[in-house]
């Protein structure tokens, strides 16, 4: 069964450098969501889109915007990149609803230097 | 107080005994749960989800939610080597846009 695929898998940039993650959900899955994981700590909610609209924001600093296309891929954008940004980044998919499962895609290894 | 707590473990057991793992949370108004296997630096894989009060079957899992008590939890039966990995307790709160709120995780050594 097709899955969340993310890319890149690995990024490496420089502070104050931008860098741009992107998501393409399972098919006809019609929400995404982003989350942020450190090392050592859980998982936490980034931001949302359910049909192409901002449903959710949480702990999403300002720096960082998102969208959710047509093709209902998404693109997470951080700039001005910091040493704390350093983490993974998982793209959630699912289906619209709140007792839909949401399917994790593979993450981008964000590294800040 | 967190939203959800795990107990973050290590919890060991020997191959082929039962695991338990258990999940708390505070908001009252929780719609779903959701109990995720993640093997170190790869991404959370949904194990099992549980809406309703009481025990849902999967194989060797069993989810146990009881509301009352804002208490979720996971048994594995004859725990293998390979379910060695941190298991994440996520709770998705009254909300109606599905965001998970996840517990710290609970390390499961299964020893052989």
């Known amino acids: 069964a097709a899955g969340v695929i993310q890319s890149p898998r690995h990024l490496i940039k420089e502070k104050r450098e931008t860098a741009t993650l992107k998501c393409y959900p399972i098919p006809r899955h019609d929400t995404v969501y982003w989350y942020q994981q450190g090392p050592g700590q859980d998982p936490q909610f980034l931001i949302s889109?359910?049909?192409?609209?901002?449903?959710d924001k949480g702990s999403i600093p300002d720096r960082f915007s998102a969208q959710q296309f047509s093709d209902y891929h998404s693109e997470l954008n951080m700039s001005s990149l910091e040493l704390g940004d350093s983490a993974l980044y998982f793209c959630?998919?699912?289906?619209?609803?709140?007792?839909?499962?949401?399917?994790f895609g593979p993450g981008t290894r964000l590294t800040v230097l | 107080q967190k939203e959800v707590e795990q107990n973050s473990g290590p919890l060991s057991v020997p191959e082929g005994a039962i695991a338990s793992l258990n999940c708390t949370y505070s908001d009252r108004g929780s719609q779903s749960f959701f109990w995720y296997r993640q093997y170190s630096g790869k991404s959370p894989e949904l194990i099992m989800f549980i809406y309703s009060n009481g025990d849902k079957e999967d194989g060797r899992f069993t989810a146990q939610l009881n509301k009352a008590s804002q208490y979720v939890s996971l048994l594995i039966r004859d725990s293998q080597p390979s379910d060695s990995a941190t298991y994440l307790c996520a709770v998705n709160l009254r909300s109606n846009t599905g965001k998970l709120i996840f517990g710290q995780g609970t390390t499961l050594q299964v020893k052989p």
């Open positions: 959630a998919s699912s289906l619209s609803g709140i007792n839909n499962e949401q399917f």
């Open positions: 889109f359910y049909e192409k609209m901002q449903s």
